[in-house]
């Protein structure tokens, strides 16, 4: 609850503390009083229940000017200010009270405070609303804003004493004269979705030429210097006939989400639609996410949706909500479409309004705006994190000066959490909208994620259909597996990685030869992008495919941990594929010389009972040392030396 709203609460309590303009209760104070200031009091009653409150307020100054420090004349006259709404003049009034008679009313301690706390007064305020909550005379009637009061009074002195880096440049040559804002970044960092605002000339109105300002669905790539260009038109079916923006990207690059508004007997409706790309790498026309999403009497708006494309947030103001406009959550069910939507709950959306969401590539960090929590301003920028799948964490506020006295909002967060990105005009107010970038600050930093992509295609360069990837966490053991876009071949995932952590990919199909390919956080690039090389290469008698990262050092045949995680990977595809009969292949390079032969069939050797061990019959497997006679030709992608192992059908 914001300042201003329980200020307007003080006004109204201060009314209503018996019936409006009605006399008020007098508090206690064990004082002397001049005589002369205390014969005023009378009178000033007298006119105040005869309604004449403005001969009372000349009584109650004189009573005043007579006795600075006359306690019920300090209270009487600060109240009827407030009635009159001249709070900063009640402010002085009862401040003096305080000092001379601290406990003179309760109340009095609570409507100070906030009053304070609006000029920004933290310290003070928060003294008089623990004094209020202690005081057993109390009103308990105000006990619940007055916590509310208190935890605002906190969280600003919190947030104001300890103030986080904030220094936004624009996103140049990107930031132009016109607007640019509505944005969102690509998971992978290389690519900038936004509305730019801008003139345009309606060349078929002859001489009498009109300028319009028209709304632009823009994309800007990232140049290899680091920096984003300054954007084009996203092509059709984009930027046609549909009032569109807001858009949300998977990591694979093939699912955009955006909003569409239309105009139905002048009422704007606002709804959620997607598009994907085809088999060319175009994107489809753009269609609803369903009418079980979209619905016709409520406004639909704002998505994010996850990088591994498996959820899906939106605004909304349906009927049924929390408040105004709440977050609500849909996942992907089996088939591929969206499940019914499911409101976040009073663990994110409160009474008031929750808008911009943004769901980092991490999956568990939530960005959002509100203006239905204590913070400093109209909408703050708060982070929330998943504590399980339908519970959040308390949120942690952006910060101040993040976070200020002004409306905050559509902050999205880099994949490898170092910088937040957003559109706003309060930096440089004459320039209107640009996109900023800056460092994110500590306090609401996401997980550590790397985002795996790549290209799973065939040796004729189109995507392999009905192939799945598999992902296994060697540090945990947990097994994942990842969609390929049957389309364009693509395929995504964020992985939650911390330095330590290994990951192991890999190909497992009947049809296919086994591929893999080991990956750590080490491997990212600055942008925390982790590019794999996966083929799906087509079983043949007359083929060798190599086993990636089973490799031997000079003159050795022992098998170090990373040989041993590509063959335990192996070795559930060769179990799963009961049926398939394979001669184990080392080579060996010339430049070990006459024992390349031996030490090439020990190699072959140490992988075949490797096999053996981990649950591979006998049966299934043999072993043969090529050394250098038959070197092991390379795909296109694969690295390293011939010193290695493949396989081949037998």
Known sequence: MGTRRILGIVVFAVLCSVSAWSQPE????????????????????????????????RYLKKAVDMDPNYADALYLLGDLYVKKGMIDKA?????????????????????????????????????????????????????????AALREARLKNDLLTNQVEFNPVPLRPLCTQEDEYLATISPDQQTIYFTRKAKEVNLKDGPAVRIKMVERFTKSTRNDNGS???????????????????????????ELYFTVCTDIKGYTNCDVYYCDRDAYGYWTTPRSVGDHINLRDAWESQPTVSANGDELYFVSNRKGGIGGLDIYKCTRLPNGRWSKPKNLGRDVNTRENEKTPFIHPDGQSLYIASNGIEGLGEYDLWMYQKETDST????????????????????????????????????????????????????????????????????DLNPAEGVKLVLKNLSSGGMDTLGVNQATGNYARALAANDNEEFLLYLSHPNYAFSSVYITKMQADEYGVV??????????????????DVVFGPGQAYLNAASVRALNAFATYLIKNPDMKIEIESHSSPSEGGDAKSISKERAKSVYNHLQSVGVPSSQITFKGYGASRPLVLKEGEEGSQQRISYRLR
């Not at 009091?41 to 005869?50: D, G, S």
């Not at 209020?132 to 006990?143: A, I």
């Not at 005009?425 to 306090?443: A, C, Q, S, V």
């Not at 550590?448 to 799973?456: D, F, K, N, Q």
């Open 392 to 459: 959040w964490m308390p949120p942690e506020n952006a910060g101040y000066p993040m976070n200020d006295n002004k409306n905050n909002i559509g902050l999205m967060v880099s994949l490898n959490g170092q910088n937040g990105y957003m559109a706003s005009k309060k930096f440089k107010p004459l320039n209107g909208y640009d996109l900023f970038t800056f460092p994110l600050p500590e306090r609401i930093k996401p997980q550590p994620v790397v985002l795996v992509t790549g290209r799973l295609l065939k040796d």
């Open 26 to 57: 007098l508090g206690e104070c064990d004082q002397t009083v001049d005589e002369m200031a205390a014969s005023q009091l009378p009178k000033a009653l007298k006119n105040w229940r005869a309604k004449n409150y403005r001969e009372a307020e």
């Open 531 to 548: 590019e794999s090389k996966i083929r799906a290469l087509e079983l043949g008698m007359d083929k060798s495919f190599a086993i990636n």
């Open 228 to 254: 984003f260009g300054v954007g084009e038109l996203m092509p059709s079916p984009f930027n046609e006939s549909f009032n569109e923006g807001g858009p949300s990207i998977t990591g694979d690059n093939c």
């Open 91 to 147: 402010e002085g009034l009862w401040l003096k009270l305080l000092e001379v008679c601290p406990e003179y009313m309760a109340e009095v301690k609570y409507y100070v405070g906030v009053i304070l706390l609006e000029n920004g007064e933290r310290e003070q305020a928060i003294a008089l609303f623990e004094s209020f909550l202690k005081d057993p005379s109390r009103d308990r009637g105000y006990d619940k804003e007055c916590r």
